[in-house]
Nanobody
């Protein structure tokens, strides 16, 4: 059974940085998993933020975070970290880690079968 646990959220001033981490357990070593980060702001739909391939060699970002966020995969493939720099108030949301058993990336949240509980990120102006 795959379980994802996020950590690292919090409150930061605009322009600051935060790092989120997602610890995964139960991933089958022989399978390829894409791991992604999504977020949902109050009153808005869940949106794609970033994703990383099993090897860590392929990364994808939404236009809204490109150049400011960096997603990476741990050497043991069991973690997916999101380094967030130059944070803006509009980045305020609950951030969710997700995993998808596939060699292909997807920005659609419904194509990810496994989800963490979410961690709050608040950026104040």
């Amino acid at each position: 059974q795959v379980q994802l646990v996020e950590s690292g959220g919090g409150l930061v001033l605009a322009g600051g940085s935060l790092s989120l981490s997602c610890a995964a357990s139960g991933l089958t070593v022989s399978s390829d998993y894409f791991m992604g980060w999504f977020r949902r702001a109050p009153g808005k739909v869940r949106e794609f933020v970033a994703a990383v391939s099993w090897s860590g060699g392929r990364t994808y970002y939404s236009d809204s975070v490109k150049g400011r966020f960096t997603i990476s995969r741990g050497n043991d493939r069991a973690t997916a970290d999101l380094q967030m720099n130059s944070l803006k108030p509009e980045d305020t949301a609950v951030y969710y880690c997700a995993a998808r058993r596939s060699k292909e990336m997807s920005v659609s949240w419904h194509e990810y079968a496994y989800w963490g509980q979410g961690t709050q990120v608040t950026v104040s102006s």
